[in-house]
Structure formats: C-alpha cells, structure tokens
C-alpha cells in the first residue's frame, strides 16, 4: 500500500511539473505592418495670426501659413513597421518596434530621419494589461523607450485624439515602476526625458 501510495505521490508531482514549466516558459512574437495610400491634393495657404518668432518663418516672411504638404497626385508607403517581443512567462519581457518609413511621425517632404526605434524596452515582473483585471499584488519595473503612460492604449484611428496626438503621441526614454495592491488598486512612478509637444499640418 505504501509503494502505490509512493507512485500516486510521484505522479501527481510529475504531472504539476509541466503545468508550471507551461507558466514559465519563453516566448516570441513578431508583428509586420506595412500601410500604403494614393494622396490626390490641390494647394491651399491660409494665413495664420498666431505670432511666430520671426526666427521660426522663412526669410523676409511677416506671418506663416497653413498649408498643403506636397500638394498633387502621390501614391506613398506611408508606415512600415515590424515588432518583435520576447517574454519569459509573466516575469520578463523585451519589446522592439522599429519604423522604417513613418510619414505621420515627421515632415514627409523632408529628409529626416527614416529609419527609428519607435519603441525598445525591457520589463521585470508581472504588468498586467490595460483593463486586464490582475490575480492580485504584484510589481514591475521597465526601462527603455515607451510610450507615455497617459496614452490610450488603444489606437482606432491613424490619431490617437487631439491630447494624445499633441502631447503623448512620441514615446519617452524612461524608467517607469509600479504594481497591483490586491485587485482594484494600481500604481505608477514615471521618470522620463520629456515629450516635445507635436504639431504637424
């Protein structure tokens, strides 16, 4: 009787053995987004009374203008992007996501910088996701460039809305910390580099 009793024991411990390597185990994703569009445009100018220093007008400019970008018929790669993530279990997770064309991140008629690490991160411990109600207290710490913590997390437009588009809509070189305290509570502590305000068209 002991020795089944012996076996029974050591099964159910070999059985609870994957269950837990399961839990813990690496994983890897990668995402590819590319977005093409045909622009049809005609040239518009409107004068605008805001009071620019005249530093930031063209020469011998008194006033500057709205104005169409690159008026006329195109067809653009408007966004290519790939992201990887690599996460172990709940405990770990690195993320990388890099642009190689992004019009909507710069001047698309100018000659700027192409290729950006949009996002390049590595986190500690369990963050649970945005409306993810958590199993209970936990922690984390991540580092790297993210997105601002104020941003929506979900993205139904090309825009994140006017707040989010104006001022969170570049990601932030930071370290941010924070947890669970039981599960209704969440904290956050954000150190980061700033965020220039974005204005385009």
Request: with cysteine.
């Amino acid at each position: 009787m002991r020795s089944y009793r012996r076996l029974l024991t050591a099964l159910c411990i070999c059985a609870a053995v994957p269950l837990v390597a399961q839990q813990n185990t690496w994983t890897w994703d990668t995402k590819l987004e590319v977005r093409a569009n045909y622009r049809d445009s005609e040239h518009d100018a409107f004068p605008l009374r805001f009071p620019f220093p005249p530093d930031f007008l063209p020469v011998g400019a008194k006033t500057g203008f709205e104005e169409t970008v690159d008026a006329g018929n195109h067809f653009e790669l408007s966004v290519a992007q790939i992201r990887l993530d690599v996460a172990y279990g709940k405990w770990f997770a690195a993320h990388a996501q890099v642009h190689g064309q992004d019009k909507y991140r710069r001047n698309p008629t100018s000659e700027d910088r192409k290729i950006d690490a949009d996002e390049l991160w590595i986190r500690f411990g369990d963050k649970p996701e945005f409306f993810e109600r958590p199993e209970g207290t936990s922690f984390f710490a991540q580092f790297g460039k993210a997105p601002k913590m104020e941003r929506q997390p979900v993205r139904l437009l090309e825009s994140y809305g006017l707040a989010a588009t104006s001022f969170n809509r570049f990601e932030d070189i930071q370290a941010l910390v924070g947890g669970t305290i039981g599960r209704n509570f969440y904290w956050r502590f954000q150190a980061a580099n700033g965020n220039p305000f974005f204005m385009r068209d």
